[in-house]
């Protein structure tokens, strides 16, 4: 297996000839989001993560010769970079297929144009990169945000939208997702790492095959997530419930069995428990017959 120390130039790694796994080993710091994410991408779908790259590479080109005029990263060519982005290319947040697999892939939104925030997010982070602004990811409550920090002021966009939303709007948001007496702390607007966002990605492409019916795929991304965090129990207790939806009952009850002994005083442990129960009585009827 590669190992990428902080040290090495990530651009030029060859992703695609090489047994780079996202594992508890892996140095999101030393990788970039978009190349964390397009390993994870190939690993699930089998996408050429080289293809994508050149991709990448010649939207890179389209947009800084479309920025060339701009000698410094600042408001006014941000203003310019979302226009490029939103208005000419047509990106934007995908709202009848919201929970769609192909708004989930980053290479899917790259050629559709068309995403979910933290899909849009991780690639337009990579644009604005490559455009010389300091932005990071942000788990927001209610959706991926992207903070960017400008020479004299801290900007919030929304890459569903493409809008920079004003605190106001912002507090609306946490509300919407947490309650009416929620409200906005700069907590909430701290800037995560990539190991978290990744994290957030892989869980969002999981949901989205479960909606699907793919579970064997969404089984591959909890797989994905307990190699990042092998402890995880509430991952492992996610991974019980695919493996009794695909009637692997010894399976699940392993799973569920680690997550009771971990939190023996969770409110689900009570269901785990029948759970448990109606597969062994299940695996012993299908041993009968």
Known sequence: MITVSKNDVVENVDYENSELLIN?????????LIDAAIVVESEITGISVKKFQDELRLQHLVIKSKLAGFAVADKEKLNKLLDILYQQQEFRGD??????????????????????????????????????????????PSGFLIRINLQNEVLYLDPFTGELPSWDL?????????????????DM??????????????????????????????????????????????????????FQQLDCFKLASSDFEFFIEQFPEDPIVSLLKQQ??????????QVLH
């Open 24 to 32: 508890e080993q892996f140095d999101f710091e030393a990788c970039s």
């Open 95 to 140: 709202w009848k297929a919201f929970f769609k697999v192909k708004n989930a892939l980053i290479s899917k939104v790259l050629s559709r144009r068309k995403g979910i925030p933290i899909s849009l997010g991780v690639l337009l982070l990579d644009l604005l990169n490559a455009c010389d602004f300091d932005a990071q990811g942000i788990c927001f």
């Open 170 to 186: 912002l507090e609306l948001k946490v509300r919407g997702q947490l309650g009416n007496h929620a409200r906005l702390t700069l």
């Open 189 to 242: 607007l701290k800037p995560d790492d990539n190991k978290t966002v990744i994290k957030r990605l892989i869980n969002v492409i999981k949901a989205a095959y479960i909606q699907a019916d793919a579970l064997e795929l969404a089984l591959l991304c909890c797989d994905i997530l307990l190699r990042i965090d092998p402890d995880d129990a509430y991952e492992v207790r996610d991974r019980g419930f695919l």
């Open 276 to 285: 448990i129960k109606q597969m062994s009585l299940e695996t012993n009827t």
